[in-house]
């Protein structure tokens, strides 16, 4: 009984995440959901995207936290319309939380929405949001063996983006190992190392995303 209960919520999950896609696909607006764990940079990637995008493309942004305004107060101060949702306890954002962001957005005045997810390495990966990539942030200070430990998040991943190459230096990180694996997981999977702290890398990122809206 259990797993019906899983599967009946997952199906209805699905149904409104096409609901969102279609919102998204009529106003001719990308959304990244970007998912990671609890400080791998989600936030800063999310800052960094508007810094070098905004000129060029009308980022929105869509926080999900399950306690605290903080990253949706670091968005705002950018200038970027940012929608919080306060998941009340949930360890993951779902289609529903999503299409009510999209709702409470000007999408008419938007380019791409930033799907900034609640930390979490397991089950946000098993909830379609709609969006139209799905990006993972990992971060050296991590650890090289994330790839291989969560699975699944990286399977699903459109982009990985390995950040705080700046700390390289300062940890045992294997990039060329955390590349291969993640190869042999997920061929389709676009990688870039890069530092938001830096820049480093940064540009390849921003250049991947803009190419997204173009199309
Ligand atoms: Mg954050
Ligand atoms: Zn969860």
Redesign the pocket.
């Known amino acids: 009984m259990q797993i019906k209960v899983v599967e009946n919520v997952l199906a209805a999950n699905d149904a409104i995440a096409a609901q969102n896609r279609e919102t998204l696909k009529r106003s001719g607006v990308i959304a990244l959901n970007v998912m990671g764990s609890p400080g791998a940079g989600k936030t800063s990637l999310v800052e960094q995207t508007i810094r070098l995008l905004g000129q060029r493309l009308r980022p929105a942004v869509i926080e999900g936290d399950i306690a605290t305004r903080y990253d949706a107060e670091r968005v705002a101060a950018l200038g970027a319309p940012v929608v919080h949702i306060a998941t009340g306890g ?3 954002l779902d289609a529903p939380m999503v299409g009510q962001g999209l709702a409470n957005l000007d999408l008419a005045n938007a380019d791409v929405v930033l799907i900034e997810n ?1 930390g ?1 390495l ?3 990966a098993e909830y379609d949001l709609g969006e139209t990539a799905k990006v993972v942030v990992t971060s050296v200070p991590e650890g090289d063996d994330k790839v291989e430990k969560y699975p699944l998040m990286f399977r699903i991943a459109d982009a990985v983006v390995i950040n705080k190459l700046d700390t390289m230096p300062s940890f045992t990180y294997d990039l060329d190992r955390v590349r291969a694996r993640l190869l042999d997981l997920n061929p389709n999977a676009v990688s870039f190392a890069l530092s938001c702290a830096t820049g480093q890398g940064l540009d390849a990122w921003a250049e991947w995303v803009a190419a997204r809206a173009a199309t």
């Open positions: 949930e360890c993951h609640v979490n397991v089950c946000p």
